[in-house]
């Protein structure tokens, strides 16, 4: 579901990879515990990825629109969904032991 492109007001925003490039480091970013609590923003985001607002905020949107992340109303914070929550760790869990042991074994 999250691998799919996403159309909302006539546009296209694209699916996530989650074991290549930033779309890991973002995944990687927002599974870590310390936002569990008191949420995540944007630049939490920007802190840790080195980008830019503007690069944070349509990442933050993509998130939203493929249901993994929550806006807190009047704040400018974000909350995991339960879905959030299953595929991160899903797929973290999937890439540490299936994914790079299979690599370790062909290299």
């Given at each position: 579901?999250?691998?799919?492109?996403?159309?909302?007001?006539?546009?296209?925003y694209?699916g996530?990879?989650?074991f290549?490039?930033?779309?890991?480091?973002?995944?990687?970013?927002?599974?870590?515990?310390?936002?569990?609590?008191?949420?995540?923003?944007?630049?939490?985001?920007?802190?840790?990825?080195?980008?830019?607002?503007?690069?944070?905020?349509r990442?933050?949107?993509?998130?939203?629109?493929?249901?993994?992340?929550?806006?807190?109303?009047?704040?400018?914070?974000?909350?995991?969904?339960?879905?959030?929550?299953?595929?991160?760790?899903c797929?973290?869990?999937?890439?540490?032991?299936?994914?790079?042991?299979?690599?370790?074994?062909?290299?």
């Amino acid at each position: 579901k999250i691998a799919r492109p996403v159309r909302n007001s006539g546009r296209s925003y694209r699916g996530f990879n989650l074991f290549h490039g930033i779309d890991l480091d973002l995944f990687l970013t927002i599974a870590r515990g310390e936002h569990a609590i008191t949420g995540i923003r944007n630049r939490d985001i920007r802190r840790h990825l080195g980008l830019s607002g503007s690069q944070v905020s349509r990442l933050l949107k993509r998130l939203r629109l493929h249901g993994l992340l929550k806006k807190v109303p009047r704040r400018h914070k974000y909350y995991l969904t339960a879905l959030g929550r299953r595929i991160i760790a899903c797929c973290l869990r999937m890439r540490e032991e299936t994914v790079l042991p299979a690599l370790a074994l062909q290299a």
